[in-house]
């Protein structure tokens, strides 16, 4: 059974890096993509971005410019980087595995969530 | 973007009825729809991929259709455990995008 689990901080200074990590157990982390979905009451789910297991990035163009994504396949973990927080940025965060099929791709497994909120 | 127009935003219904809920998009998408479940506090889960296939160990009563721009999940005898947020998401480019929700809630 593949688990991921979100840790990090949960208050974050706003103008300051927001930094997460996730830890996958139960499954390599090889030949699959890996997703940050964050979601707010206002705005919903969003999707962040991903990156495959051998490291290249998909980003949310209204983030791009804020986010960076990387992997550590030695430790089984993906990370997610947002600088400039507002608290806009205030949110849950949720990591999750990206499954692509030959016709479909989803986002199979999740974690928990992780409330993160921007304040000073 | 992809837009997706999920309706109605929120439901009441009793245990046994059936629910249906839709979930317009922006451009044609073919198929690339997928379903979620949501309870509070914790992360969604998925129900349905590819417009209409069961994702393992979700019970048949969920059902999805529809393809293009207009899909439909269905709920055909509405279950205790089945009362939730519901979310359509597509896959059909980036960045990924999800409807806004439709609670389903006791009548």
């Known amino acids: 059974q593949v688990q991921l689990q979100e840790s990090g901080p949960g208050l974050v200074k706003p103008s300051e890096t927001l930094s997460l990590t996730c830890t996958v157990s139960?499954?390599?982390?090889?030949?699959?993509?890996w997703s940050w979905i964050r979601q707010t009451p206002g705005k919903g789910l969003a999707s962040i971005g991903y990156i495959s297991s051998s490291g290249s990035t998909n980003y949310n163009p209204s983030l791009k410019s804020r986010v960076t994504i990387s992997v550590d396949m030695s430790k089984n973990q993906f990370s997610l980087k947002l600088s400039s927080v507002t608290a806009a940025d205030t949110a849950v965060y949720y990591c999750?595995?990206?499954?692509?099929?030959?016709?479909?791709?989803?986002?199979?497994?999740w974690g928990q969530g992780t409330l993160v909120t921007v304040s000073s | 973007d992809i837009q997706m127009t999920q309706s109605p935003s929120s439901l009441s219904a009793s245990v046994g009825d059936r629910v249906t809920i839709t979930c317009r998009t922006s451009?044609?998408?073919?198929?690339?729809l997928n379903w979620y479940q949501q309870k509070p506090g914790k992360a969604p889960r998925l129900l349905i991929y590819?417009?209409?296939s069961l994702q393992t160990g979700v019970p048949s009563r969920f059902s999805g259709t529809g393809s293009g721009t207009d899909f439909t999940l269905t709920i055909s005898s509405l279950q205790p455990e089945d009362f939730a947020t519901y979310y359509c998401q597509q896959s059909y480019s980036t960045p990924q995008t999800f409807g806004l929700g439709t609670k389903v809630e006791v009548k």
């Open positions: 590819a417009a209409s």
């Open positions: 451009q044609n998408i073919a198929n690339y």
């Open positions: 139960g499954d390599s982390m090889t030949n699959y993509y």
């Open positions: 999750a595995r990206v499954y692509r099929g030959y016709y479909f791709e989803v986002f199979d497994y």
